[in-house]
T-cell receptor, first 115, second 113 residues
Framework: DTEVTQTPKHLVMGMTNKKSLKCEQH?????MYWYKQKAKKPPELMFV???????INESVPSRFSPECPNSSLLNLHLHALQPEDSALYLC??????????????FGEGSRLTVL | DAKTTQPNSMESNEEEPVHLPCNHS???????IHWYRQLPSQGPEYVIH???SNVNNRMASLAIAEDRKSSTLILHRATLRDAAVYYC??????????????FGTGTQLKVEL
């Protein structure tokens, strides 16, 4: 099983809504990531969790709140978003460490539209 | 974070080899060079990585310059399914575990019949 599963695939929300994006992997990976990708742009790193602890927050606004309840799950809680937050949100996982083990496995993403 | 520079786009004919260049003049001694590609409507996928020596796998080959300031991803026989954005990335290993991949602008590869 080499999949990273993201739900929902599409999400439309208003600026006052609270919603969550979910990510799941069963590869035994202990590092998980959230990336944001705007149209025609490269992915931008938002958060990194390593062994269920937040290790990187790339100065992301507090309206994005990550959560890693266990080693297989990663959530991104969304509240009071702005239209410019509309993007593809990508989840990834990896084994911590060097070499081949450092490969990131990406999900297909959740496409978010904020009205 | 170390940076990479790639051409915005390249074109190839099907069944021909493709050489995708990448410059990383500020690379440090411990930076691994990773290549990922992103097909339309999909998340990025790993292609290959290397440190100092040239590398081959079933998808591609990676040629690394002796001074490590540049590298080239080689697709030996391009197919239409190889049309994607190819990203050259210098990987940072995080102290607490995990890897930091900072994507550059990438190269859009177009493959024609």
């Amino acid at each position: 099983d080499t999949e990273v599963t993201q739900t929902p695939k599409h999400l439309v929300m208003g600026m006052t809504n609270k919603k969550s994006l979910k990510c799941e992997q069963h590869m035994g990976h202990r590092a998980m990531y959230w990336y944001k990708q705007k149209a025609k742009k490269p992915p931008e790193l938002m958060f990194v969790y390593s062994y269920e602890k937040l290790s990187i927050n790339e100065s992301v606004p507090s309206r994005f709140s990550p959560e890693c309840p266990n080693s297989s799950l990663l959530n991104l809680h969304l509240h009071a978003l702005q239209p410019e937050d509309s993007a593809l949100y990508l989840c990834a996982s990896s084994q911590p460490g060097q070499g081949r083990a450092g490969e990131l496995f990406f999900g297909e993403g959740s496409r978010l539209t904020v009205l | 974070d170390a940076k990479t520079t790639q051409p915005n786009s390249m074109e190839s004919n099907e069944e021909e080899p493709v050489h995708l260049p990448c410059n990383h003049s500020t690379i440090s001694g411990t930076d691994y060079i990773h290549w990922y590609r992103q097909l339309p409507s999909q998340g990025p996928e790993y292609v290959i990585h290397g440190l100092t020596s040239n590398v081959n796998n079933r998808m591609a080959s990676l040629a690394i310059a002796e001074d490590r300031k540049s590298s080239t991803l080689i697709l030996h026989r391009a197919t239409l399914r190889d049309a994607a954005v190819y990203y050259c990335i210098l990987r940072d290993i995080l102290t607490g575990g995990g890897n930091k991949l900072t994507f550059g602008t990438g190269t859009q590869l177009k493959v024609e019949l």
